[in-house]
């Protein structure tokens, strides 16, 4: 495909945005876990299936992602993105199990179509030295869609519940993708309308299999994934549960944590183009993330709340501040015009990683009787295995 370079502002800030919104969508129940489970006669902890059937749809259409951004173009398919996720808070504004579900599958869909389509935009900019950083402004969407579930979602609920929290939350993703139809027809001049895209699937997974680095890379971020989500999905109620702080207080520390994770993205993506190593840089963020999860698993109820959010911080720059990075790495050992399939399945690996870690973490806990915290604990061997991976992945190279 070719369209020509893109401008670096605009698209930047539109595909950084378009992450952030779509996280939000994909947040927005972890942050009124307790309100919510309270409403409904649940327990809190369900909001870990909740995250699994989100990401588990998010794994079946992102392979899906490069064959739509290859026939509609990049720009559409991040607008398809946003209108799905504004459906899906919608569905779940309904306020029934059913609902619930319904909801968190369209979420899921919208949310699996978004990094094929940035990543395609993205590496149509003039080629630069910082990819690194580049990749993880646009990658700070996450932990800012997190700071947005986080400061947004509890004031919103205790107010005026927490449906109306979420239909407001729809209309912002619904604003941003009418502003991205002006510059769609630009953006998209590389589409192919005759392009298939079922086909898709099997060459964007087969293609990451084939190629050493891709697989080990997109392996290790199976494990990180499933640790960045078990941190956001279940802080609040941890903390809410188990430390006994007020639901305000405890979504304004997951807040921090993913502010932390916001600066994090910018360090670790400077840091890999300092090292010119995106794997040597992940290696670090693994390590400093072990001491995060040993930070947060400690934490007591007679803690002040300053040594509370710098434990969970420690966690966010670390847990949350990995995916730029590695999102720049596949970018550099694809093609050009494989970029879109090459994250697409890559992207597939990692979401087995978002669907499995927080449901197995509620699983633990419901079933196993194990505590928030003891489960914290154990994610520090998640992240060992993850590096493990990172130094095949170098191997290889």
């Keep these: 495909m070719n369209g020509g370079s893109l401008p670096i502002v ?26 919510a489970a309270l409403d409904l006669g649940i327990s809190p902890a369900l909001v870990g299936y909740q ?5 588990f ?33 919608l569905l779940s504004a309904l306020g029934t199990l059913p609902a ?27 080629p630069t030295r910082h990819m690194n950083l580049v990749f993880s402004i646009k990658q700070c969407g996450v932990p800012i869609g997190g700071v947005l579930a986080g400061l947004m979602m509890p004031p919103l609920t205790l107010a005026w519940g927490w449906q109306v929290a ?37 060459d964007s997974v087969r293609l990451v299999w084939a190629n050493g680095i891709l697989r080990w890379l997109a392996l290790s971020s199976l494990l990180y994934s499933a640790v960045q989500l078990c941190l956001t999905s279940f802080l609040v109620t941890y903390l809410v549960r188990e430390i006994g702080l007020e639901l305000v207080l405890a979504g304004t520390i997951l807040a921090v944590a993913n502010t932390a994770g916001a600066a994090g993205r910018l360090a670790w993506g400077w840091l890999a183009d300092r090292l010119r190593s995106g794997t040597a840089a992940l290696i670090l963020n693994g390590s400093l993330s072990i001491a995060g999860a040993a930070a947060t698993a400690s ?24 995916n730029g990075v590695f ?19 890559s992207l597939t690996v990692t979401y087995v990683g978002i669907t499995i870690g927080p449901a197995a973490f509620a699983l633990l806990h419901d079933v196993g009787g194990l505590s928030y915290s003891e489960g914290y604990a154990l994610l520090g061997g998640l992240l060992v295995a993850g590096i493990g991976c990172l130094l095949l992945a170098r191997r290889n190279r």
């Design 51 to 55: 995250i699994g059937v989100v990401y």
């Design 57 to 89: 749809a998010a794994m079946a259409i992102s392979p899906v992602g490069g064959g739509l951004v290859r026939r509609l173009g990049a720009t559409r398919t991040s607008q398809l993105a946003l209108w799905l996720t504004a459906g899906g808070c």
């Design 166 to 202: 979420l239909v407001v939350s729809a209309l912002f993703m619904l604003l941003l993708s009418a502003f991205l139809e002006k510059p769609r027809s630009a953006w998209d001049g590389d589409r192919v309308p005759g392009a298939t895209v079922l086909a898709s699937p099997l």
């Design 10 to 35: 605009p698209v930047l800030t539109a595909t950084t945005a378009t992450q952030a919104l779509t996280t939000l969508a994909a947040l927005a129940m972890t942050a009124v876990a307790p309100k």
């Design 299 to 322: 934490i007591a109820a007679d803690w002040p709340v300053w040594a509370i959010a710098a434990a969970t911080a420690l966690f966010g720059f670390g847990a949350v501040g990995w």
């Design 327 to 345: 999102m720049a790495v596949i970018v550099r050992q694809s093609k050009p015009e494989a970029v879109a399939l090459a994250t697409g399945g």
């Design 100 to 126: 619930l579900a319904a909801g968190a599958l369209m979420t899921g869909v919208g949310y699996g179509v978004t990094n094929p389509a940035a990543s395609h935009l993205l590496s149509r900019m003039p």
